[in-house]
C-alpha cells in the first residue's frame, strides 16, 4: 500500500485557492492545486466557502501559516476574493504571468507540471 503524503499534519496547514474558472487556465490553475495536494505540497481549500463567509473555511484559513492563491488569468479572482474576506498575507501566482493564454492553454500534464514548479516555491521555506 502506498503512503499518502501530507501536507497538513501541524496545526497550521499551508493552504492553495485555485481560481478553477471556466476558462482553460482557470482549469490548469485548478490542477495544479490537485496536484500539489496529491504531492503533499499544502492543501487545496474552498475557495467558494472564502466567498461565501463560510466560518469554518474562514477559521481555518486564518490559521493557516502559508496561504497561495493560483489565477489562471489577470482578472485574479482567487487574490480579490481572498482580499474580499480580509486576507492581506498571501502568495499570488497568476499563469499569465507564465505565458498561459487564456483561451489557448489546454490542460495537459506538462503545462501542469510547469505551473505547479512556480507555485510550489512559495512553500519551500515552511517546515
Known amino acids: 500500500m502506498s503512503e499518502k503524503k501530507s501536507c497538513c499534519c ?3 496547514p499551508k493552504l492553495l485557492f485555485a481560481c478553477s474558472g471556466g476558462a482553460d487556465v482557470g482549469a490548469l490553475a485548478d490542477q495544479v492545486a490537485r ?4 504531492d503533499g505540497v499544502a492543501k487545496m481549500f474552498c475557495l467558494a466557502g472564502i466567498g ?3 466560518s469554518g473555511i474562514l477559521k481555518t484559513t486564518e490559521a493557516a501559516s502559508k496561504i497561495v492563491a493560483i489565477d489562471g488569468c ?3 479572482c482567487a487574490r480579490k476574493s481572498l482580499e474580499e474576506a480580509g486576507f492581506t498575507d ?3 501566482v ?7 493564454k487564456k ?5 495537459t500534464e506538462e503545462r501542469v507540471m510547469t505551473a505547479a ?8 521555506n515552511l517546515s
Open 52 to 54: 461565501g463567509r463560510v
Open 74 to 76: 489577470p482578472l485574479n
Open 10 to 12: 501541524s496545526a497550521a
Open 94 to 100: 497568476q499563469l499569465a504571468d507564465l505565458g498561459f
Open 117 to 124: 514548479m512556480a507555485v510550489a516555491p512559495h512553500f519551500a
Open 103 to 107: 483561451g489557448e492553454s489546454p490542460v
Open 90 to 92: 498571501f502568495g499570488h
Open 35 to 38: 496536484k500539489l495536494t496529491a
